[in-house]
Nanobody, 124 residues
Framework: QVQLVETGGGLVQAGGSLRLSCAAS????????MGWFRQAPGKEREFVAA????????DYADSVKGRFTISREEDKNTAYLQMNALELEDTAVYYC?????????????????WGQGTQVTVSS
């Protein structure tokens, strides 16, 4: 069992930056690939970014490439999502997830554990 807790959400102006953190506990962190997803009001949850178990392979949705960076720190059991050049369309609840696949995955059904989500609101 893995518990995931996201922090770092908030209100930011368009063009600004936020860094989300996802703290994991319960099992060995490096056994899992980590992913970030988001759900905007009235929309389905969508893939944002993923990173493999070692941190050496990443994957991004086209909408965030070049603006968002996913990373992980094994000694802190934490994954991060650095979000730069935020746009109004990035407003959503952001969720982190852990997958036993160890490779980065973009489909929600490939993730075994989920956090509770953190709200990101981008204002004009």
């Amino acid at each position: 069992q893995v518990q995931l807790v996201e922090t770092g959400g908030g209100l930011v102006q368009a063009g600004g930056s936020l860094r989300l953190s996802c703290a994991a506990s319960g099992r060995t962190f490096y056994d899992y690939a980590m992913g970030w997803f988001r759900q905007a009001p009235g929309k389905e949850r969508e893939f944002v970014a993923a990173i493999n178990w070692s941190g050496g392979v990443t994957d991004y949705a086209d909408s965030v490439k070049g603006r968002f960076t996913i990373s992980r720190e094994e000694d802190k059991n934490t994954a991060y999502l650095q979000m730069n050049a935020l746009e109004l369309e990035d407003t959503a609840v952001y969720y982190c997830a852990a997958s036993t696949s160890r490779d980065p995955r973009s489909r929600q059904n490939e993730y075994n554990y989920w956090g509770q989500g953190t709200q990101v609101t981008v204002s004009s």
